[in-house]
C-alpha cells in the first residue's frame, strides 16, 4: 500500500485559508477513490470531502462550497484547499485513499483556527 504524508496544516485566522497537501510515498494513479477526514478530540473521525473517481466529488454540508478537494497524479499528492475557515474547522485532519489492497491513511495535520 501506498503511504501518504499530509502536510500544510497550522495556525490560521477565521476567514483565512489553508491548502493541505497529502503525498503518497508511490503512484496514487491506484487510489481510485481519495478523500479527507478530521477529528477533533474526543471525538470520532468524519469524512467531510471525498474525489470518487475521475470526476466526482462530494463534501459534508458543514464544509460545501468552502473547500475543494483536488488530485494531481504527476505529483502523486492530493490536496484540500480550505476558505472562509472557521473555529468549527479546528480539528487533526487526515488524508485517505482506496485502492484494491485497502484503505490508506495519513498520519494527519493539525490545523487550528483561531484569532
Known amino acids: 500500500q501506498v503511504q501518504l504524508v499530509e502536510s500544510g496544516g497550522g495556525l490560521v485566522q477565521p476567514g483565512g485559508s489553508l491548502t493541505l497537501s497529502c503525498t503518497g510515498s508511490g503512484t496514487i494513479q491506484n487510489l481510485y477513490n481519495v478523500a479527507w477526514y478530521r477529528q477533533v478530540q474526543g471525538a470520532e473521525r468524519d469524512l467531510i470531502a471525498a474525489?470518487?473517481?475521475?470526476?466526482?466529488?462530494w463534501y459534508t454540508s458543514s464544509v460545501k462550497g468552502r473547500f475543494t478537494i483536488s488530485r494531481d497524479n504527476t505529483k502523486n499528492t492530493i490536496y484540500l484547499q480550505m476558505n472562509n475557515l472557521k473555529p468549527e474547522d479546528t480539528a487533526v485532519y487526515y488524508c485517505?485513499?482506496?485502492?484494491?489492497?485497502?484503505?490508506?491513511w495519513g498520519q494527519g495535520t493539525q490545523v487550528t483556527v483561531s484569532s
Open positions: 474525489a470518487l473517481g475521475a470526476n466526482n466529488t
Open positions: 485517505s485513499g482506496y485502492s484494491s489492497e485497502g484503505q490508506s
